[in-house]
């Protein structure tokens, strides 16, 4: 929020929560590419639930850093590896996050980031195997003050 | 101009053995969605790829949308088989290449 300084901040006050959060609390529901998103990652098979494990903040007091980790459980070796994990947020203006890409030299499919929240969602991992397989798994963050992807 | 990446790996390695990275770049990672205090909308600049590679073979990558928080923090791991450079490049909107570079070595 560097383009309202905290004089102006302060004299807005609650008014001003209202506004930002008002129309990203809308979008969350109305703009919703996430189904376009993962439908282009996993070309319309179903993910299976399971390996993966999503560890993200119940509340999140700051939307505009979220820590995010992923762990996705496989042997990381040249014939059975991950591959890419897609991570979408469906309440954000944009519902891609990042895209991660592991190797077997990455010896472990695990990976930290930190992300932006414009409002309360679900964050949803989509884990795509060296052989194809899809896993995926999701959690609810709530959020107090929206990150409004900035 | 963005500070220099700050990057953390172990100096050596056992052989085989999996170490984690963390790294961490100064970047503003303006969403373009945001207006300044005259309502125009301020300009989409982010880092849109990630890459690290260990001498010349891709250990991992990533590409990453505005949702992705101010100076972005990303931590991974790698597997050392053999002594050698880790290469790390950030590739910004307009073109920019933040790069840096770590070796490691093996622990005798």
Not at chain 1, 13 to 38: C, Q, R
Not at chain 1, 52 to 69: M, Q, R, Y
Not at chain 2, 79 to 99: L, M, N
């Amino acid at each position: 929020m560097k383009a309202i300084n905290r004089r102006q901040a302060f004299a807005l006050g609650g008014g001003f929560v209202m506004l930002t959060l008002m129309p990203m609390a809308a979008d969350a529901e109305v703009t919703n590419d996430a189904a376009k998103w993962i439908e282009k990652f996993t070309g319309g098979k179903q993910p299976a639930k399971g390996k993966i494990s999503l560890d993200l903040p119940e509340i999140a007091e700051n939307g505009n850093t979220v820590p995010l980790s992923i762990n996705i459980e496989s042997p990381m070796t040249a014939e059975s590896y991950v591959k890419d994990v897609m991570i979408i947020a469906d309440g954000n203006p944009n519902a891609g996050v990042a895209t991660l890409s592991f190797t077997p030299l990455s010896g472990k499919a695990e990976a930290s980031i930190r992300i932006r929240l414009a409002a309360t969602q679900n964050v949803v991992a989509i884990a795509k195997m060296s052989d194809g397989a899809l896993f995926t798994e999701q959690k609810t963050v709530k959020v107090t003050i929206g990150g409004c992807g900035g | 101009m963005a500070d220099k990446p700050r990057i953390k790996l172990p100096k050596e390695a056992i052989k085989g053995e999996v170490i984690q990275i963390k790294t961490l770049v100064s970047h503003v990672m303006e969403s373009g969605q945001r207006k300044d205090a005259q309502g125009k909308t301020i300009p989409r600049k982010i880092i849109n790829k990630f890459a690290c590679e260990f001498n010349g073979k891709p250990v991992f990558s990533c590409a990453l949308e505005p949702a992705i928080s101010a100076n972005p923090y990303i931590q991974f791991d790698a597997r050392v088989d053999e002594a050698g450079t880790f290469k790390f490049s950030w590739t910004d909107d307009d073109g920019t290449v933040i790069a840096a570079e770590e070796k490691i070595s093996l622990k005798a």
